[in-house]
């Protein structure tokens, strides 16, 4: 068969594979029927060996016959609890949950590569394929790298790309150093006491702490991403009371994230609410309880890495835009490259498909082929160098 009937043949495969995925999306930490397809996928149409990781991950294992470096590849495989918009025939049927942030077409990306390594055997050292599950919530590389599996081998560099909306299709978008933001999410619940609404000074209502912490996040925030101390403080959620006119309310709930690109600024600011939060509790007579969770590592983007990515680009005629501020979205794979040595890159889906998270937003299937030949390139430049 020649060569352009084979990519051919397998880009057609890949989409069918892309689409099932979309069809039957599940969220994180529940991904049992995702990493069923893609281990009978290997299984049946590769060459790796397959090892279960954290639960609901899947790794791809490539070896070559002599000994050399280890590169690891990175897809995501959940999905975000969002009811789809999209009316076409592969939309999903799971009701309120959809493949929003693109992770269908990494995970079909990462299956392709799976592919071109089976075609392309390697000759030395070793190559895994990770497919991550709990991306969106910022579990899954933790719990990948407390898995057995990872405490005994070694890795010389690892990457991971996000498809990109608002860039030109094609388009390989890198960066140096920062590349996404450390991103915290907290939880304030703040107990008080009910009263009439009549005589709410028989009582402790949590309104004026609740305002004194939205006051906190406007103050603290400096959203101008070129500036090295950017920090953002994003109120998400707010609850107080019952619908009750006659009752002022004794409980009160707040929810933020914190996201910025400096890790020691992020903790100083971090502790700077929580000493708020103190002095709320003894001011406004409450007990004040913080949970922190869903935190994401930033990219930290090693300079070879990045070379090793645009080097690949331009060996597949493809665009390369170093763009000079990082994304303000926390990535989950950050705790890899704070790790390891690598990189995480944009793969441009289109300017004017919708945004990441958007209800009407669809994977664009042109693109698959492009990631998988990119990764193959790095993979091959990785493992000769």
Not at 24 to 30: A, H, L, R, T
Not at 206 to 224: M, Q, R, V, W, Y
Not at 311 to 335: H, M, R
Request: hydrophobic share 35%; proline share 4%; charged share 25%.
């Amino acid at each position: 068969m020649q060569k352009s009937k084979v990519v051919e043949t397998l880009k057609n495969s890949l989409e069918e594979f892309r689409k099932e995925l979309h069809q039957y999306p599940e969220v994180s930490g529940k991904e049992y029927e995702t990493q069923k397809r893609i281990k009978a996928y290997l299984t049946k149409n590769t060459s790796c060996k397959v090892v279960e990781v954290a639960s609901t991950g899947v790794i791809a294992i490539f070896e070559g016959k002599k000994a050399g470096k280890t590169v690891m590849l990175r897809a995501d495989i959940d999905a975000l609890p969002i009811q789809e918009k999209n009316t076409f025939q592969h939309q999903s049927i799971n009701k309120k949950i959809s493949h929003k942030c693109g992770h269908d077409g990494h995970t079909t990306i990462m299956i392709g590569v799976a592919n071109m390594l089976t075609k392309h055997p390697i000759e030395e050292g070793k190559v895994l394929l990770l497919f991550q599950p709990s991306e969106e919530n910022g579990k899954g590389a933790a719990a990948v790298l407390k898995d057995p599996f990872f405490k005994k081998i070694k890795i010389d560099f690892v990457f991971a790309l996000h498809n990109l909306p608002g860039f030109a299709k094609h388009e390989i978008v890198v960066k140096n150093k920062t590349f996404t933001s450390n991103v915290k999410s907290v939880v304030i619940q703040l107990s008080g006491k009910t009263a009439h609404a009549a005589e709410p000074e028989k009582g402790y209502n949590p309104s004026n702490a609740i305002a004194e912490i939205l006051i906190f996040a406007e103050l603290e925030s400096k959203n101008f991403p070129e500036s090295q101390d950017f920090l953002l403080v994003t109120p998400i959620y707010i609850t107080m009371g019952e619908k009750a006119y006659g009752i002022s309310a004794g409980y009160g709930e707040v929810h933020l994230t914190l996201r910025g690109w400096d890790t020691n600024l992020m903790e100083e600011k971090r502790e700077k609410l929580e000493e708020l939060i103190n002095q709320l509790e003894k001011k406004h007579s409450l007990v004040i309880k913080t949970s922190w969770f869903e935190e994401f590592y930033s990219n930290k983007n090693d300079e070879e890495a990045v070379s090793i990515i645009k080097k690949s680009a331009e060996q597949n005629k493809l665009s390369v835009n170093n763009i000079k501020t990082p994304f303000k979205w926390g990535e989950d794979f950050g705790l890899f490259t704070q790790k390891y040595k690598g990189a995480m890159f944009g793969l441009g889906a289109g300017e004017s498909i919708p945004a990441l998270h958007n209800p009407d937003y669809d994977f664009p299937n042109d693109i698959i082929m492009t990631g998988v030949q990119l990764f193959h390139s790095i993979v091959k430049e990785v493992l000769k160098s």
